[in-house]
């Protein structure tokens, strides 16, 4: 009896001792929290005047950390020396590391960087304002920052406001020279707002700052502005409660992000963002300056000198090698920003050239002719096992079609010097056609035509033996026998546009995959309708480009001469084209 009771209390024992070792969990299951922590209140309250000492305490609803707080946290007016930001439990402390300027009003834009600790849910676009001075200034401004050439938002870029109060450089010098006055940033929808601003007119200019300096120094850097001054207003959705106060800094406004115009905001020499809402078209200025982006071996016997503008007065001169016959061929790419070299092949294992621009040396490059090359024993068993070389082609006939309106064309990567069509022939149907006739399409032979009737009733066949075509370096083809039928018209769509602009300009109408390649493209000035036939099916997006100086393309923008980017607008909807369907749409701006 006495055994049992012991065993008895031994189990008892053992239950309590496993209950308290148990480590307690959260059920599992249940809904991610997503909820961003909230600001309980702030020390001093947020939107205070008469701020006195160098910190403030932002008291949150959870425990937070501070993410990238470097690059989320923006201060106006600018300070030369960034805050020391920290965290202690369920607050928030800022500690600045500069005298306040007195009569200021100051705000502190958090951006992304609070979020709680648990799953770093981010509180957006919380501002901290104060003023050193007897009242806290309340105006605001918004708007969004859009990209020039396709209108997608353009985000992390900084948005400054400029007072025309330096008495050395005018106003519309300030970006070049002085830092902001007031300085905002966008967020990933381009959208941006800059609050606790003094009644004033301001200069505003937007800039994708390479190197975190506040200032436009850098060739490089993208900007975008306003040909206006603008006012800001008073929102009253910003008026700050005593304590609590979580400001959403971003309101959406009604602004048309596929059609702007630049010009329908400039409206006044002073621009109200109250009713239009601000849109600043983002664009890279014009580099004049001549610069050698790249040289390369493309290939062998075949280099590409690449250049920031069209080399018209470039030099490219050989050092280590003196030729006393042709030796290469040069050639200008379309825009004439990219030359060419097709070489003979040299006894060199290294060629270098210095380039020259007018009197300026662009660049001493060193380009190894051989990307294979080896020493030694290695070199000896390479020359033993090589693999012959051969002159390499492609056509525009691609798996076995040839589209519509086209005829068959063959292009080498090198210039030809020699054709040898003997033994060459064209099937079309049951004919067979010795010695088919070609057309050349460049001087230097390297893309050739065959001038020959298409019928959607037969199947074609091209046939070159090898050695046909021989290149100027003695290499010649392997045998060439393409197979094809044109494509059945059934299997394309067309598209019938009608144009219907409200003023008669010089537009350009660009067909665009919904990766923006250009497909096609056409120019016109008033009323037109324009057929788009042979159509691969897909979904196409549309865009007209204002070409006000008539240039046939799209050109960024100067603020030097303060020249806007040239306007673009989207058809408003994407098109679908369906094999064997014929579609109608009307556009009118």
Not at 109 to 122: H, K, Q, R, S
Not at 258 to 284: E, P
Not at 420 to 436: C, E, F, H, K, R
Request: proline share 6%; aromatic share 14%; glycine share 4%.
């Amino acid at each position: 009896m006495a055994k049992r009771i012991l065993t008895f209390i031994a189990i008892l024992w053992m239950a309590f001792y496993l209950s308290q070792c148990a480590h307690p969990v959260m059920p599992s299951g249940g809904e991610k929290d997503v909820t961003p922590p909230r600001i309980l209140y702030s020390t001093p309250p947020n939107g205070s005047a008469n701020f006195k000492g160098n910190r403030f305490t932002l008291n949150t609803s959870e425990y937070v950390v501070l993410k990238n707080v470097l690059e989320a946290a923006l201060i106006s007016p600018p300070m030369k020396k960034f805050p020391d930001f920290s965290t202690r439990g369920k607050s928030i402390q800022v500690k600045f590391n500069e005298d306040l300027k007195p009569n200021t009003t100051y705000s502190v834009y958090f951006g992304d960087a609070i979020a709680d600790l648990t799953e770093t849910n981010p509180l957006l676009n919380y501002s901290y304002i104060f003023s050193t001075g007897t009242y806290v200034d309340s105006l605001s401004l918004y708007g969004t920052v859009q990209n020039a050439q396709n209108l997608l938002p353009e985000e992390q870029v900084f948005v400054m406001l400029y007072k025309d109060d330096n008495d050395t450089i005018p106003l519309d010098s300030l970006p070049f020279f002085v830092p902001p006055y007031y300085v905002s940033k966008s967020d990933a929808s381009g959208k941006f707002s800059l609050n606790g601003l003094a009644e004033d007119r301001y200069l505003i200019f937007a800039l994708k700052d390479q190197n975190a300096n506040f200032i436009f120094d850098q060739p490089g850097e993208e900007i975008a502005f306003l040909d206006s001054l603008v006012h800001p207003f008073y929102d009253n959705t910003l008026a700050f409660k005593k304590d609590i106060i979580v400001i959403d800094s971003i309101i959406d406004l009604p602004i048309d992000t596929a059609q702007t115009r630049i010009d329908s905001i400039y409206q006044d020499s002073v621009n109200n963002a109250k009713y239009s809402g601000l849109t600043l078209m983002m664009f890279m200025q014009y580099d004049s300056t001549q610069r050698l982006l790249k040289a390369e071996l493309s290939r062998r016997n075949n280099i590409k000198f690449s250049f920031s503008q069209p080399a018209k007065g470039v030099d490219i001169i050989p050092l280590n090698f003196n030729p006393d016959t042709l030796w290469h061929l040069e050639v200008f790419s379309a825009k004439k920003d990219t030359v060419t070299w097709y070489l003979k092949t040299l006894p060199l294992d290294t060629l270098e050239v210095l380039i020259k621009n007018l009197e300026d040396t662009l660049g001493l490059v060193s380009l190894r002719l051989d990307p294979d090359k080896t020493t030694g024993r290695a070199r000896q068993n390479k020359k033993k096992n090589a693999v012959k070389e051969y002159l390499e082609w492609t056509s525009n006939i691609k798996a076995g079609n040839l589209m519509p309106n086209k005829k068959p064309e063959i292009s080498f990567l090198h210039p030809m010097v020699t054709c040898i069509a003997d033994s060459a022939y064209l099937v079309a149907g049951t004919d067979t056609i010795p010695n088919p006739p070609i057309i050349y399409l460049d001087s230097l032979h390297q893309s050739i035509r065959f001038p020959m009737e298409i019928s959607d009733e037969f199947r074609y066949k091209i046939y070159y033996p090898d050695s046909s075509f021989i290149d100027w370096n003695g290499f010649f083809n392997k045998e060439i026998s393409i197979s094809f039928a044109p494509r059945p018209l059934k299997e394309y769509g067309v598209f019938n546009f009608s144009l219907h602009p409200e003023t008669r300009l010089s537009y350009i109408l660009q067909m665009l995959t919904v990766k923006e390649v250009v497909v096609k493209q056409i120019e016109f000035t008033g009323d037109t309708t324009v057929v788009f036939e042979f159509l691969t099916p897909g979904k196409y997006l549309f865009k007209v480009i204002f070409d006000r100086n008539k240039n046939h393309q799209w050109d960024t923008g100067d603020y030097g001469t303060r020249r806007q980017p040239e306007e673009v607008i989207y058809f408003s909807k994407e098109i679908d084209i369906r094999a064997n369907w014929e579609i109608e749409e009307e556009w009118e701006w």
